[in-house]
C-alpha cells in the first residue's frame, strides 16, 4: 500500500511540476492570463491570417480550437471545465444558452464597429437589442446542382427534387433541421412547423423522395458534388459557394417556397477569463476591412454592410449568396424549438433515413 502510495504521490508532485512550467514558460513568452484569449469556432472558419493580425496588434496570444456541432460547443461550454473567451454558435443555439445561463452581456461601448452590421441582421428574435451576440456570418439553406445533368430543371421549387428523372441522384446534409425543414417548405408549411399532422405529411413526401436520394452525408458532401458524383445536394450556402469554386459547371439557388435563413454569431461564454480581450476580438472582427478579408476567405456571407462595400463587385452583386429582399422576406431563422419538439424532429429524420434502408 505504501508503494501505491508513493507512486500517487510521484504521479501528482509531475503534474503539478508540469503545470508550473506550463505556466512560466507561458509567461516568459509574454502569455498569462491576462493576454491570452481562447476562441472557439467552426472549423476553417476564420482566416488564419486574421488571427496572426490580431495577436500582432493587440499583444494577445490567441488559442484556436474548433467544434463540428452547436450542440458539442453547448455541452463542451456548460461542462465548464476549459476557458472559451469567444465562441461562434448559430442562432437557435444561443436562445438555449440564453436559457441555459451560459452567455455573459455584451458591452456594446466596448464594440463601436458594431455601427457596420447591417439593420436588417440585428436586434432579431433568438437575441433582442443584440445583448449577448453579435452577426459573424449568415446565409441560407439551398440547393446545388450541375446544369448539365438535370435537363430543365432549375430547382425554383423545391418539388423539383422530387422529379423522376433525378433517380439515386441526390445529395442531402445530415441534418434533421434541414431536411425536414425542406420537405415542411415545400408542402407551404413553416420550417418550424410543430404541427404533428404537418410533420407526419412531411414525413410521407420525404419518403417518396427516398428513390431519388444517393446519400445522406456530412462534410464530404462538398467533394462529392464538386466531384459531379451526384447532380444535386442540400446544402447551406457558404458550402456552396466553396463547391462552386471548385467546379464553375455548378450553380445554386434557394426555391421560391423559402428556406432557412442562418446566422453564426461571436459570443461571449460564462467560462471566459478574458473579458476585456474578447470584446477586442470582436470589435476587431467587425473592422470592414477586417470582415471583407474574412467573407473572401470562408466564402459565407458577411453582414458587415461596409465590409460589402470593399469585397469585390462579383461577390458583393451576386443574388444568390446575398439575395434581394423579397426572397429575404420568404425565408426563416429556426426557432428554438425546445428538447422534447427537436428530439420529435430527430426521431422523424431517423424514421426517413431509416425507410431509405
Do not use: C
Not at 407526419?200 to 452525408?217: D, F
Not at 470562408?298 to 462595400?309: D, F, H, I
Request: aromatic share 10%.
Amino acid at each position: 500500500m505504501s508503494r501505491l502510495i508513493r507512486v500517487l504521490l510521484l504521479v501528482f508532485g509531475s503534474a503539478i511540476a508540469l503545470m508550473y512550467v506550463t505556466a512560466y514558460l507561458n509567461s516568459s513568452e509574454g502569455y498569462t492570463g491576462d493576454n491570452t484569449l481562447t476562441i472557439y469556432n467552426w472549423g476553417d472558419y476564420v482566416d488564419p491570417e486574421l488571427i496572426r493580425r490580431f495577436e500582432r496588434e493587440s499583444g494577445i496570444k490567441v488559442i484556436y480550437q474548433t467544434f463540428d456541432s452547436n450542440e458539442a460547443m453547448m455541452t463542451k461550454i456548460s461542462q465548464g471545465g476549459t476557458t472559451f473567451d469567444v465562441s461562434i454558435p448559430s442562432e437557435y443555439a444561443i436562445s438555449r444558452m440564453k436559457e441555459d445561463d451560459l452567455l455573459l452581456p455584451l458591452d456594446h461601448d466596448k464594440l463601436p464597429n458594431l455601427k457596420h452590421i447591417d439593420d436588417r441582421f440585428m436586434d432579431l428574435g433568438f437575441d433582442k437589442g443584440n445583448a449577448y451576440s453579435v452577426p459573424y456570418f449568415w446565409g441560407t439553406v439551398g440547393i446545388v446542382y450541375n446544369p448539365e445533368l438535370v435537363g430543365e430543371l432549375d430547382f425554383l421549387s423545391w418539388n423539383d427534387l422530387w422529379d423522376a428523372s433525378l433517380r439515386n441522384d441526390i445529395l442531402l446534409l445530415d441534418g434533421a433541421r434541414e431536411v425536414m425543414g425542406m420537405g415542411l417548405n415545400s408542402l407551404g408549411y413553416s420550417l418550424n412547423d410543430t404541427d404533428e399532422a404537418h410533420l407526419q405529411e412531411a414525413l410521407r413526401k420525404l419518403s417518396e423522395l427516398t428513390p431519388n436520394v444517393k446519400a445522406i452525408v456530412g462534410d464530404e458532401i462538398k467533394m462529392l458534388l464538386a466531384g459531379e458524383e451526384a447532380a444535386v445536394g442540400l446544402v447551406w450556402s457558404g458550402d456552396a459557394s466553396e463547391i462552386m469554386s471548385d467546379n464553375e459547371k455548378l450553380d445554386y439557388v434557394v426555391p421560391r417556397e423559402g428556406s432557412n435563413l442562418w446566422f453564426d454569431n461571436m459570443v461571449i461564454p460564462k467560462t471566459a477569463r478574458n473579458i476585456e480581450g474578447a470584446h477586442q476580438f470582436i470589435n476587431f472582427m467587425l473592422s470592414p476591412d477586417v470582415a471583407a478579408q474574412n467573407a473572401e476567405y470562408v466564402g459565407y456571407s458577411t453582414p458587415n454592410k461596409s465590409a460589402l462595400e470593399l469585397l469585390p463587385e462579383e461577390i458583393a452583386v451576386d443574388e444568390r449568396f446575398y439575395p434581394d429582399e423579397e426572397l429575404t422576406r420568404r425565408l426563416e431563422v429556426y426557432d428554438n424549438l425546445g428538447p422534447r419538439m427537436l428530439a420529435h424532429y430527430n426521431e422523424l429524420f431517423l424514421e426517413f433515413k431509416m425507410h431509405r434502408k
